[in-house]
């Protein structure tokens, strides 16, 4: 269990304002699992260099939005409507969210 968590804490941001992975795996019967990581496709479009205002792609796992703590819901929203166009124009695949929104966005 310690050496899970200890994992855990170097790759995933434990400690920061997220939601987790905000997009699915996409079903893939020729991938492993039968799924091919939506973290794949926006670690090839280059996402964890990609913010709109507090909200950043965390930059050990391109599935993860961050809030910097001066995030809006707008700003979030932007950028995950961002790189579902890039995903879409790069490999013709559209991402869906993973998280519920809740509220007005």
Do not use: Y
């Amino acid at each position: 269990m310690h050496e899970v968590m200890s994992q855990r804490e170097c790759k995933l941001p434990v400690k920061k304002k997220t939601a987790g992975c905000f997009f699915k795996n996409i079903p893939d019967s020729g991938q492993p699992f039968g799924k091919l990581p939506a973290g794949k496709l926006l670690e090839e479009i280059g996402a964890k260099s990609i913010s709109v205002g507090g909200a950043r792609v965390f930059e050990k796992h391109a599935n993860i939005i961050i809030n910097d703590g001066s995030a809006n819901s707008n700003d979030i929203r932007l950028l995950a409507d961002r790189l579902k166009k890039l995903v879409r124009a790069k490999f013709g695949v559209d991402l869906e969210e993973e998280v519920t929104r809740v509220g007005k966005f």
